[in-house]
């Protein structure tokens, strides 16, 4: 007789995004395992990883190449030694995030923006990460359900755009978001909504039909800034779920960080471009590293930059050249180079 349950053996794996995520792999003997790289553990850095653990989500581990330390998606994630070097310059506020901190969980820098810290939270931790050291844990706009952002917003009639940023603002359930778009839709001075997620790119099981439903109600252009650094952190998986954004009539643009050993080389970039555009996203930004404290092994030199950001302009149509900048503190945009 058949039994009326499926036996285990017989249940398709549950890949809810949520369940993806809490899979995620947090050990790094684990990771090198999985790459055929048990030989390299002694490169792992326990203290970095006591810092700022490590957190990558298996689909993005798939995407690595066996056997390669140097992997340029496996530099993203693994914690080293150099990130102990104390470098004059690398700080734990590199962008004066303090200083343009508005209220809780926001930040306010460029006219016409609020930056909304929706989370602390991210499906994977870069190494390189400029909010390495930021204090999610009191410092998140979701946290009193977005109560004094709203408040802010309500007060403030030049506020035109809301970015949600973070931490990784896709890892709120779309039931918290909407919340929060559901207030702001009362709000006649807000034109535009901006999500700045890495989700669509490491762990695109995230766009599920809820996020499309709750994209496809609201009443503003929506822009989605995704970021990847290099062509192979793009499969079919994160083409389907790029194309469900669009879809949806979103404009998806590419932000890349500028990264030693990852994406500073002229083919790679090119690829970039290509490899995200066939995907249906233009690239947007390429970022000079942000000085954090555990992230100078990433440092291209600007003279670097400007040769390579010049070889990429020369090389490809207009449109697939990111604007090469540096966030300056104090600045009153992003700082082209
Ligand atoms: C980068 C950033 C923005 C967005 O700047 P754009 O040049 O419009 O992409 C807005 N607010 C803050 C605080 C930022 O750091
Ligand atoms: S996804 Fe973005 S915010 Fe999160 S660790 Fe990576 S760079 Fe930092």
Redesign the pocket.
């Known amino acids: 007789m058949q039994p009326d349950l499926p036996l285990p053996f017989t249940t398709a794996r549950s890949t809810s995004w949520q369940s993806l995520w809490r899979d995620a792999i947090r050990d790094p003997r684990e990771l090198l395992a999985l790459l055929d790289l048990d030989g390299m553990v002694a490169g792992v850095c326990d203290s970095a990883a006591a810092q700022f653990p490590l957190r990558v989500p298996r689909g993005f581990v798939d995407r690595m190449r066996r056997g390669d330390i140097g992997d340029p998606l496996l530099r993203q994630v693994l914690p080293i030694s150099a990130e102990m070097a104390i470098m004059p310059g690398y700080g734990l506020d590199p962008?004066g995030?303090a200083q343009?901190r508005t209220g809780t969980g926001m930040?306010?820098?460029?006219r016409g923006?609020?930056?909304l810290i929706a989370t602390g939270s991210c499906a994977i931790h870069c190494r390189y990460c400029f909010r390495r050291h930021f204090p999610y844990a009191d410092e998140t706009a979701s946290h009193d359900r977005w109560h004094s952002a709203i408040q802010t917003v309500r007060d403030d009639e030049t506020i035109e755009?809301i970015?949600l940023?973070g931490g990784d603002p896709l890892s709120l359930v779309t039931a918290r978001l909407e919340e929060l778009t559901t207030a702001l839709a009362a709000l006649p001075h807000v034109k535009r909504l901006?999500i700045h997620s890495r989700l669509p790119i490491v762990l695109p099981e995230r766009i599920d039909d809820d996020l499309i439903s709750w994209l496809n109600r609201l009443p503003w252009p929506i822009t989605f800034?995704v970021h990847a650094n290099h062509a192979n952190e793009f499969t079919a998986d994160v083409d389907a779920a790029l194309a469900r954004l669009r879809a949806t009539g979103a404009t998806l643009l590419n932000q890349t960080v500028l990264l030693r050993g990852v994406n500073d080389y002229l083919q790679a970039l090119t690829d970039l471009s290509e490899r995200g555009f066939a995907a249906g996203v233009l690239p947007?930004?390429l970022h000079q590293l942000d000085h954090a404290r555990g992230t100078a092994h990433f440092e291209v030199t600007d003279t670097d930059a400007r040769r390579l950001h010049a070889e990429l302009t020369a090389r490809l149509s207009g449109y697939l050249v990111p604007r090469l900048?540096r966030?300056i503190p104090g600045g009153t945009?992003?700082h082209p180079l």
């Open positions: 962008v995030d343009a930040i306010r820098k460029y923006r609020l930056l755009e970015i940023s901006r800034v947007y930004y900048v966030e945009s992003k």
